[in-house]
């Protein structure tokens, strides 16, 4: 098990953005609460001024359906197979992304979430 205060914590947030609304997003939040962000190439900024580490992706190959809460875990296979026996399906299974690797599921009530 991780010493990592994060572990099993929501971590981030990840809202979707369409490539041509990208910059209007950030734009809207950098003036509305004084966010600033850090882009990861064209469709891609995170922020961590936003109280929560957050960011949006306009990538269509990981960007979410809606507005995504993202727990932290060092060991992803082993968070996955906890998720599966305690009764979460596996919406996107173990992939590869700008910055790391996660998997998508939904809890028993249907909410989901990504770690």
């Known amino acids: 098990m991780s010493t990592d205060a994060r572990e099993n914590r ?4 990840e809202f979707p953005a369409q490539p041509e609304t990208f910059a ?5 939040y950098q003036n509305a609460f004084g966010w ?9 900024s995170d922020t961590k001024s936003s109280g929560v580490t957050s960011g949006f992706s306009a990538a269509s190959e990981h960007r979410p359906a809606g507005t995504i809460a993202v727990l932290y875990s060092a060991n992803l ?25 996660r998997f998508e599921f939904t ?6 979430l990504r770690v």
Do not use: N
């Open 36 to 44: 600033s962000f850090q882009d990861w190439g064209d469709e891609y």
């Open 107 to 112: 809890d028993p009530p249907g909410q989901r």
């Open 77 to 101: 296979e082993a968070a996955r197979d906890r998720t599966i026996k305690a009764g979460g399906k596996i919406v996107r299974d173990i992939f590869s992304f700008p910055g790391g690797r």
């Open 10 to 13: 929501i971590d981030y947030v």
């Open 24 to 28: 209007a997003a950030k734009r809207f």
